[in-house]
């Protein structure tokens, strides 16, 4: 017994002219009778209305149609149908490609039928191997875009957060106290070293530093500032 193949089509499926041709040659053969390939097609889900007139044909002039006529108008169709025949153009695939009784068929058309049938589940294993490829290329992009926009967004992060560092570091130039200066001083250097990376425990809390005029920390906060930026 062939192992029952899982097919993964994508949602834009057509029949494309090589598939076609395949199909038009092998769903003949399977089936015996002209009625018995309307059934497989109804079966298949096809719309009532892509059939009806083959029925007709197949019922009062039977001579004059063949399967294989049958078969490429509806399958013309169905590809004309687009999405919207996407069901019945998947089912079809699948139950030609899953076939396996092929005594079933005419004694003298079995062997070429499972050629056909073969070639058929090569054509859609390319074609899936083509539409995973295509999902696997997408994925990455879609990664990447992700690695972007989270780069992007810690770079904004960032300069909100150096912005309200700044706020904080001007609202010391209202601070006359210069021990308070000191220790505001020293909570929003902390600051500053956290968003950049640099690791510090303790700060120099002697009166010089603690003395330092607005101007000194402005310069040395954009020190460290310009530090931190090139580290």
């Known amino acids: 017994m062939c192992p029952q193949p899982t097919w993964q089509l994508d949602a834009s499926y057509h029949y494309s ?21 309307l059934d497989f097609f109804q079966g298949a889900g096809v719309p009532l209305a892509d059939i009806a007139d083959w029925r007709q044909k ?41 076939f396996e009784d092929f005594s079933t068929c005419w004694e003298s058309d079995q062997l070429k039928v499972r050629g056909l049938v073969s070639q058929i589940r090569q054509v859609v294993n390319v074609k899936d191997s083509f539409t995973r490829m295509n999902l696997e290329r997408e994925k990455e992009r879609a990664a990447s875009r992700a690695a972007v926009e989270a780069e992007m967004k810690e770079k904004q992060r960032k300069r909100e957060q150096i912005e309200d560092i700044k706020r904080d570091f001007y609202a010391l130039f209202a601070l006359t106290d210069a021990h308070k200066r000191g220790k505001a001083l020293e909570a929003v250097l902390n600051r500053l070293f956290a968003c950049y990376g640099i690791l510090i425990q303790v700060f120099d809390s002697s009166p010089a530093i603690l003395a330092v005029s607005p101007f000194a920390m402005e310069r040395q906060l954009y020190s460290l500032a310009a530090h931190g930026a090139t580290s």
């Open 17 to 37: 002219p090589e598939l076609l041709e395949l199909l038009v040659e092998t769903i003949p053969l399977l089936i015996r009778s002209k009625a018995g390939v």
């Open 58 to 98: 197949v019922r009062h002039e039977k001579n004059s149609v063949n399967k294989f006529q049958i078969t490429r108008s509806v399958l013309c169709r169905l590809n004309d149908r687009h999405d919207a025949a996407l069901a019945p153009r998947r089912e079809i695939i699948k139950r030609v490609s899953e």
